[in-house]
């Protein structure tokens, strides 16, 4: 499980499981192994002192901050909030001092209450971070055990992740269309390295240009495929998506051409651009992302041609074309290739709006049922751009937690 400790939570809906099952087993267990020293704060704040030093954990000692207030209500202690630029916090006491855990808007906070020398209080504090990392794993295997029922009700959000993999396809793309120049470059060479061989050697520039642009042109191919999929499940809730018969973890793992068939089905544009994709996915990114082997039975070999010799042939299949292998790419395939990828974009906005719309406004997207009938709503009243708007409004606040 991972997440970032300067980042506020993620809107969900965490109904109709009110309490996840074992959960009076695991806090049972936490009461007599990490936590056996915390209880619940003193009802009068009043009395505990006015003096306080302030900790802020790290990521790494707080990946996720939830699990640890979780653990601490697990064991009865409440939790409060949001509030003020705060989404939770937890009073509590340790062995007998008054203590506060908070999520504030820079970073998960340890507030111990104490009149006494602070290096004490820092080492005090120590200990309290020490046990309240001891109970991540007993929550994590809380919450995994669960996780079959969670994700039956659709109780998962998928991190959209769009923005950073189409940086990683335009930044290849602008390589491969316009690749650094490269001077011709001519070595001579008279024989003083004690070979005694004396002559000269060229590179061609231009040669060294097309093969880097190849380069960058399979390194595009391979970030558009990976944006593709990952928009496909991202679009998946905006589907006729039901967790009760869908596998969302199973259609994660699932390949681009299957994600693709289960968002557009048998539609006859869709079918015509998966065909045309895979012709090119075929041709220009399998055999670099197996091996260098061409997909299917066959692979990339020298043919050994009577009168001529070895040369390189790409075999598809035992049955198929065979293409010779001299120059892997010309000016000509990677704008064919880009081209058709524009295309494709295009189309993706005429045919997925609404999903296109959100996805590009790096929201995360949700698979439970509240999010999915306020899409089906707002698409059918025609107000689902007020309905991302909304969502974009809610975002904001839980990221500043301006509650």
């Given at each position: 499980?991972?997440?970032?400790?300067?980042?506020?939570?993620?809107?969900?809906?965490?109904?109709?499981?009110?309490?996840?099952?074992?959960?009076?087993?695991?806090?049972d267990?936490?009461?007599?192994?990490?936590l056996?020293?915390?209880?619940?704060?003193?009802?009068?704040?009043?009395?505990?002192?006015?003096?306080f030093?302030?900790?802020?954990?790290?990521?790494?000692?707080?990946?996720?901050?939830?699990?640890?207030?979780?653990?601490?209500?697990?064991?009865?202690?409440?939790?409060?909030?949001?509030?003020?630029?705060?989404?939770?916090?937890?009073?509590?006491?340790?062995?007998?001092?008054?203590?506060?855990?908070?999520?504030?808007?820079?970073?998960?906070?340890?507030?111990?209450?104490?009149?006494?020398?602070?290096?004490?209080?820092?080492?005090?504090?120590?200990?309290?971070?020490?046990?309240?990392?001891?109970?991540?794993?007993?929550v994590?295997?809380?919450?995994?055990?669960?996780?079959?029922?969670?994700l039956?009700?659709?109780?998962?959000?998928?991190?959209?992740?769009?923005?950073?993999?189409?940086?990683?396809?335009?930044?290849?793309?602008?390589?491969?269309?316009?690749?650094?120049?490269?001077?011709?470059?001519?070595?001579?060479?008279?024989?003083?390295?004690?070979?005694?061989?004396?002559?000269?050697?060229?590179?061609?520039?231009?040669?060294?240009?097309?093969?880097?642009?190849?380069?960058?042109?399979?390194?595009?191919?391979t970030?558009?495929?990976?944006?593709?999929?990952?928009?496909?499940?991202l679009?998946?809730?905006?589907?006729?998506?039901?967790?009760?018969?869908?596998?969302?973890?199973?259609?994660?793992?699932?390949?681009?051409?299957?994600?693709?068939?289960?968002?557009?089905?048998?539609?006859?544009?869709?079918?015509?651009?998966?065909?045309?994709?895979?012709?090119?996915?075929?041709?220009?990114?399998?055999?670099y992302?197996?091996?260098?082997?061409?997909?299917?039975?066959?692979?990339?070999?020298?043919?050994?041609?009577?009168?001529?010799?070895?040369?390189?042939?790409?075999?598809?299949?035992?049955?198929?074309?065979?293409?010779?292998?001299?120059?892997?790419?010309?000016?000509?395939?990677?704008?064919?290739?880009?081209?058709?990828?524009?295309?494709?974009?295009?189309?993706?906005?005429?045919?997925?709006?609404?999903?296109?719309?959100?996805?590009?406004?790096?929201?995360?997207?949700?698979?439970?049922?509240?999010?999915?009938?306020?899409?089906?709503?707002?698409?059918?009243?025609?107000?689902?751009?007020?309905?991302?708007?909304?969502?974009?409004?809610?975002?904001?606040?839980?990221?500043?937690?301006?509650?």
């Open positions: 499980m991972s997440g970032s400790s300067g980042v506020a939570g993620k809107v969900c809906d965490p109904g109709p499981m009110t309490q996840l099952p074992g959960a009076e087993t695991a806090g267990y936490l009461r007599r192994t990490c056996r020293n915390f209880g619940t704060p003193r009802p009068d704040d009043e009395a505990r002192p006015r003096k030093v302030k900790t802020t954990l790290s990521p790494l000692d707080a990946p996720v901050p939830r699990l640890l207030a979780y653990a601490l209500e697990l064991i009865g202690i409440p939790a409060h909030g949001p509030g003020e630029k705060v989404e939770w916090w937890i009073n509590f006491t340790y062995e007998g001092t008054d203590c506060t855990l908070a999520h504030e808007k820079f970073g998960v906070r340890i507030y111990v209450y104490t009149d006494g020398d602070e290096a004490a209080t820092r080492a005090l504090t120590v200990r309290i971070i020490h046990k309240l990392e001891a109970t991540t794993r007993t994590e295997r809380l919450i995994l055990n669960a996780s079959p029922e969670l039956r009700h659709g109780k998962a959000t998928v991190v959209n992740q769009h923005l950073n993999l189409r940086r990683a396809y335009d930044y290849f793309r602008d390589r491969a269309v316009n690749p650094a120049v490269i001077e011709d470059e001519t070595i001579e060479f008279d024989g003083s390295d004690g070979t005694g061989l004396a002559g000269w050697s060229f590179r061609s520039g231009r040669a060294q240009m097309d093969l880097n642009a190849f380069h960058d042109l399979v390194a595009a191919l970030a558009y495929l990976s944006a593709l999929e990952h928009d496909l499940v679009a998946l809730p905006f589907t006729d998506f039901d967790p009760t018969k869908d596998n969302l973890t199973g259609f994660i793992g699932f390949r681009w051409g299957q994600k693709f068939d289960r968002v557009f089905g048998q539609d006859k544009d869709a079918r015509g651009y998966k065909t045309r994709l895979t012709e090119v996915v075929e041709r220009w990114r399998n055999p992302s197996h091996g260098g082997f061409e997909k299917g039975n066959g692979s990339t070999v020298w043919l050994h041609a009577p009168g001529v010799g070895a040369v390189p042939v790409g075999l598809t299949s035992t049955r198929s074309r065979l293409a010779l292998a001299y120059v892997p790419a010309v000016e000509s395939d990677i704008t064919s290739v880009f081209a058709l990828l524009d295309e494709l974009d295009e189309w993706l906005l005429r045919r997925l709006p609404d999903e296109m719309a959100w996805i590009d406004s790096g929201l995360d997207c949700r698979f439970d049922e509240t999010f999915r009938a306020g899409v089906r709503a707002a698409q059918e009243a025609g107000l689902f751009p007020a309905f991302l708007r909304r969502a974009e409004y809610r975002q904001a606040m839980v990221d500043n937690m301006d509650y």
